[in-house]
């Protein structure tokens, strides 16, 4: 099974910006679609944004549509998450995972494998 490890997380200020890293560990990585998603203290984890296999169509939440991107580099076997004009709502902890291709799933339990996430702390 593909192992996923998520970079990139930290501390910023509201209206700054952090880009997070998803590297996997295998070659087959270009065969899954990839998903964002984050949980925040207290609450269930909530999809953010996911990218095809072959990176043609991208999905986002409404709450990050315009300041976050997704996309990925095949070749270097990563995903990345691009997040401009944070606000302290975005903090949470970010997860990567590999699910199905061509599913443009949205629900966490469409994918298969996981990352240990990245905390990203937005201050005001």
């Known amino acids: 099974q593909v192992q996923l490890v998520e970079s990139g997380g930290g501390l910023a200020q509201a209206g700054g910006s952090l880009r997070l890293s998803c590297a996997a560990s295998e070659r087959t990585f270009g065969a899954y679609d990839m998903g964002w998603f984050r949980q925040a203290p207290g609450k269930e984890r909530t999809f953010v944004a996911l990218?095809?296999?072959?990176?043609?169509?991208?999905m986002y939440a409404d709450s990050v549509k315009g300041r976050f991107t997704i996309s990925r580099d095949n070749a270097k076997n990563t995903v990345y998450l691009q997040m401009n004009n944070l606000n302290p709502e975005d903090t949470a902890v970010y997860y990567c995972?590999?699910?199905?291709?061509?599913?443009?799933?949205?629900?966490?339990?469409?994918?298969?494998?996981w990352g240990q996430g990245t905390q990203v702390t937005v201050s005001s």
């Open positions: 995972a590999a699910g199905p291709p061509q599913r443009l799933a949205v629900r966490s339990d469409e994918y298969h494998n």
């Open positions: 990218i095809t296999w072959s990176g043609s169509w991208t």
